[in-house]
Structures are given as structure tokens and as C-alpha cells.
């Protein structure tokens, strides 16, 4: 089930000395599916051959991965960007037992049955990132690769509980605190990638993010260390130094853990949003190698 969607371009600003390739921006579609009941949205970027996936972090919501979409798709690929269930456009149930990182991995599944697409690389950041290892686990026969952005694993279990424990408590027993910060959000203009991108994360209802950080919290994290050592797709892991919920030793320890895996070394955790050209261009080289297997 596919909402109306309409195409939207984004031309750069008049001026710039940039070639026309690389000024075009691909044609962006929204549109949204079903998946076990649940209305789920997603955007599609340009209209290559093969197929990328991404998805974000907690809370966060597709937005953020527009501009590494754009990027990809300029260089030839179809990307689709998708909202996890309790995140963005789609639906937010308010029953902690709807979400985990199976019940993610298996919305991932469930975008491609609905596209039709056979395999495709998946990638993502922090949530998205273990759902990309849960994909890889559970379809690895549709996976040609996956982008792993900072992934949370066991030495961010502590940093985890002491950042969003207070926010389950928040939602749970002040849920005016959460009304008003979205309150808030709604009062900023729009327009700035960045700024939309946060607003959009700060407008939450209290029920469904209380049910969101209690069901990811207290499932499963990530595939265990022996179930990683048996992800046989090729892989792409980026980590960084200074940020203890997603500590560099999550992810060299999983790039070690995976059979194939590349490893690369962020600048820090912003590197992709704000100084992206290094970054992109490593992932777009490991998507064409993915591809052309």
C-alpha cells in the first residue's frame, strides 16, 4: 500500500562552479507500506539498478541520512531511506513488546518485499547499524553488504542505560516534560537539514518513546559475538574515538568479529553530517565493490 508520493528536486544554489552531474539532484519519492498492521514511510533517491537501504538511530528519523542518500544516488544508485516503526512519519504504537531489533530488521525485510527488490546493501547508523547486523543475519541471501556506522554493542551497555534510562523515566512518570519539549520543536522554523533533523527528534509523544526505549533497552541489543562471527556478507564498519555510546571498541571489536569486514576510522561522531566527502566516498567504493560481486 503506497501513499500519493510526489517527486521533488533540490537544485544547488545559482553560482556554484560545480558540473551539472554533480549539481542535478536525483528525484526524491515518499511513500509508505504496511508491515504487520503498522504504516511505515520511507523516501526513495534516484533510480539506479541496485538498491541501498538506510536506517537511523534512535530517535532520530530518515531525514538524517538525506544528504548521504543524495550522494549515493547521484552516483548511480536507488537509496531508500526508511522510518523504523516508533520513529518519524511512521506509526508509534504505544506497547514496549513492538519494538526490537528483530522487529526492525524484519520492517528492513519487509520495505524490499515491498519494492520488490530481491537484495540490496543495508546500512545505518547506531540502531540502524545493529539493524543492519540483524538483517544480515536473518536474510543473508538478500544482503549484498552492510554499512555499519557506529554500532552498539557490550561496552556501551552503561552509557546506554545512563543516557536513556532518564528518558524512559521522563515519558513514563513526566509526560508533560516530553509534551513540552515537543511543544517546543514544533516553534522552531524549518527549512536547515540539521535543525530539522533535530527538531524532529525532539518532537516525541510520550507513550510510544517510552516504548520504544524500554523494548530496545531490555531486548536484544545486537547479535551475539558467536552469531556475528557467522555474517559471511561484506561488510563496512565505521567507528570513532570520544563518544561513549558508541565507543571505538564496539566497533573494531565487530569489524575483528565479521569474517569480511573493512574497517574505517571517523574523525567523530559528526564527521558524515557535517564533513562528509571522506566518509562518502569510502562508502560509496565498498557499495560499487558490493555491487559488482
Known sequence: MVSSAAATAHPEPSGTSTPLSRRSQPIELAGTFVHEGHRLAYTEY??????????????????????????????????????LLGHGDSDRPG?????????????????????????????????????????????????????VEMPVLDNAIVAGLLTFAPLLFAARFVPISVQAVAALAHRVPHGNQWVDVVTDTLDQEPSSMAALIHGVLFGRIAPPKSVRRTIRVPALVVGHQRDPIHPFGDADTLAADLPDAEFVEARSPIELRLDPRRLTESITEFIRRCCDQ
Open 46 to 83: 534516484g533510480g539506479g539498478e541496485h538498491v541501498v537501504v538506510l536506517t537511523h538511530g534512535i530517535m532520530f528519523t530518515r531525514k538524517m541520512h538525506a544528504p548521504l542518500a543524495r550522494s549515493l544516488a547521484r552516483a548511480g544508485y536507488r537509496v531508500v531511506t526508511l522510518d
Open 95 to 147: 506497547e514496549s513488546w513492538q519494538y526490537s531489533m528483530p522487529a526492525f530488521a524484519e520492517q528492513t525485510l519487509g520495505l524490499l518485499d515491498h519494492l520488490g527488490v530481491a537484495q540490496a546493501v543495508v546500512g545505518g547508523t547506531s540502531l540502524g547499524a545493529n539493524v543492519a547486523l540483524e538483517v544480515a543475519v536473518r536474510a543473508p541471501e538478500r544482503t549484498r553488504g552492510i554499512v
